[in-house]
């Protein structure tokens, strides 16, 4: 029987970074994947999204392009070409994830894993069945989509996120439900492409619990696109008729009927727990159904760890990225705790919105009494000579200390731009600091800077009457 310090199921963003830790920190690793190294983000999610969200954006930009003194005619779109190139970004990275696994000299093992006992995995797959004993064990088993009822998979009209980054046509009219992070992100990725997308969300609200200033210049683009956007409306169920899925919905009790080629079911996603003798060796769950952990990354069972989508909100990315580094740390006998102020969070939707600590009504329900500074990109020299400038960036601080709390983008390129905002919130900035930080001229991030400055009421590109 092979013998490892450290067996990782799942090669998720989350699995593969504490394997390279590990392997960095002198551990003997494996790692087991029954799909694909990469996991969803790489293979079928955060990056496939962002290649086909950048070619749609290409394909609008060609649209503006008149107002720069160009003429352009006959632009078409190959949905197989624009495939080819999703999946060339995404070999690329895979294979350089494969690269580092080998040379960090990492058995990595395919095949479908659950627990036999406290310290022995068993791995199937097409070759037969493995016993694998360890000290340690990292659960990065990740997240799957939860699927309505009345609304499974068929793989001609009802698809998920996975079938949606796959179409092998832009399908002329769309039905996304719901109205979050991926039915936003590829509503309006088609809707750039051409698509007739109707957006149906169960709640009063696009993105639920995002901050209403940020999602309603999200809604004005959406608008901009020709997206029909359904609130408080629940699909229901749907039936083929003549080549094309009607789907049947309910707003306000009474039913309605959306004709679409394709239907993309985006209500959420559920951790992947099951078939793998989780219960069977002690692993305890909390009543959404997330592996228990603490801020070391610990189940209850010694030596095993869980990290990632499979053990808690947020699922995202770098939160399992994160949580691989600390679970390695911990392993390797380092002082090393989930001790993290800024988690930021990024909705790659046009224009984009990002965020990172505490929005006003979050502060204001904690009690804490804020001060904010709101700088909108209008007036900003470097979106006007780029020509994107939608949106703004509020700055959310603490009124007695001036402690940044919060930081909120909408706008171009607002992904890149809170990176800034995550820094100072971990180095316990106050927004001071960043209005007397010397920023890059001519760039967005002068934005924040003058945001900071709004805090005080002595922003310089826009009017404030004196506090
Ligand atoms: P979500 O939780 O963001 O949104 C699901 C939406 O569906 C909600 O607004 C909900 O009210 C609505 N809904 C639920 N049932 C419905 C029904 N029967 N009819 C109509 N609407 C209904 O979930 P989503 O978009 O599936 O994404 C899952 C998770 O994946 C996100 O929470 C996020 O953590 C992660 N993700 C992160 C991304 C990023 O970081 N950029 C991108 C994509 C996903």
Redesign the pocket.
């Known amino acids: 029987m092979k013998k490892y310090d450290v067996v990782i199921i799942g090669a998720g963003p989350g699995g593969y970074v504490a394997a390279i830790r590990l392997a960095q920190l002198g551990k003997k690793v494996a790692v087991i994947e029954k799909d694909q190294v990469g996991g969803v983000c790489l293979n079928v ?2 990056i496939p ?1 962002k290649a086909m969200i950048l070619a749609s954006e290409f394909y609008q930009n060609i649209s503006k392009a008149e107002q720069f003194g160009f003429t352009v005619k006959e632009v078409s779109i190959h949905a197989d070409k624009l495939q080819a190139w999703k999946e060339s970004v995404v070999k690329k990275l895979t294979g350089g994830i494969a690269t580092l696994l080998k040379v960090h000299k990492i058995d990595s093992i395919k095949g479908e894993a659950s627990f036999k006992a406290r310290r022995e995995i068993v791995v199937k797959n097409s070759a037969g069945e493995e016993t694998l004993e360890f000290d340690n064990a990292i659960i990065a088993t990740g ?1 799957s ?2 699927i ?1 009822p009345g609304f499974a998979l068929d793989k001609k009209y009802i698809g998920t ?1 996975t079938e949606g980054l796959a179409y092998e046509k832009i399908p002329k009219e769309l039905c996304v ?9 590829i509503g309006s990725l088609y809707a750039a492409l051409g698509s007739k997308v109707t957006v ?4 009063a609200s ?3 619990g995002t901050d209403p200033d940020l999602v309603q210049v999200v809604a004005r683009e959406l608008r901009r696109r020709d997206v029909n956007v359904m609130l408080n ?3 229901l169920s749907w039936k083929e008729v003549k080549g094309k899925a009607e789907v049947t ?1 309910e707003k306000k009790g009474e039913p309605q009927k959306i004709l679409a080629d394709k239907v993309l079911v ?4 559920s951790p992947n727990t099951k078939n793998m003798g989780l219960e069977m060796i002690g692993i305890q769950f909390d009543d959404k159904g997330f592996i228990k952990v603490n801020d070391k990354m610990q189940t209850q069972v010694e030596g095993i760890y869980a990290i990632g989508d499979c053990a808690g ?5 770098h939160k399992a990225s994160k949580e691989g580094l600390v679970a390695a740390g911990v392993i390797a006998g380092k002082k090393e705790s989930y001790d993290v102020r800024a988690m930021p ?4 939707t046009t224009p984009e919105i990002a965020t990172v600590g505490m929005d006003e009504s979050q502060a204001k329900a904690a009690g804490i009494a804020t001060k904010s500074g709101k700088f909108p990109f209008a007036a900003s020299g470097k979106a006007l000579a780029t020509g994107e400038t939608d949106g703004f960036v509020k700055i959310v601080s603490d009124a007695k200390t001036d402690l940044v709390l919060g930081v909120q983008i909408v706008g171009h390129d607002a992904s890149n731009l809170i990176g800034e905002a995550c820094l100072a919130l971990e180095m316990g900035a106050t927004s001071e600091d960043i209005a007397r930080t010397v920023h890059p001229h001519p760039t967005l991030t002068e934005s924040l800077m003058e945001a900071a400055e709004a805090v005080h009421g002595t922003a310089i590109h826009i009017f404030q009457q004196r506090l």
Not at 200 to 203: G, L, P, R, S
Not at 266 to 269: E, I, K, N
């Open positions: 999610g955060c999204s997240s989509p939860i309505i996120s439900i719901g109205g979050g992070y991926i039915g936003l992100e149906v969300e169960a709640f696009l993105l639920p409306t629940k699909a919905v985006a209500v959420g996603r909100q947020p699922m995202l990315a969070a990024v909705i790659f």
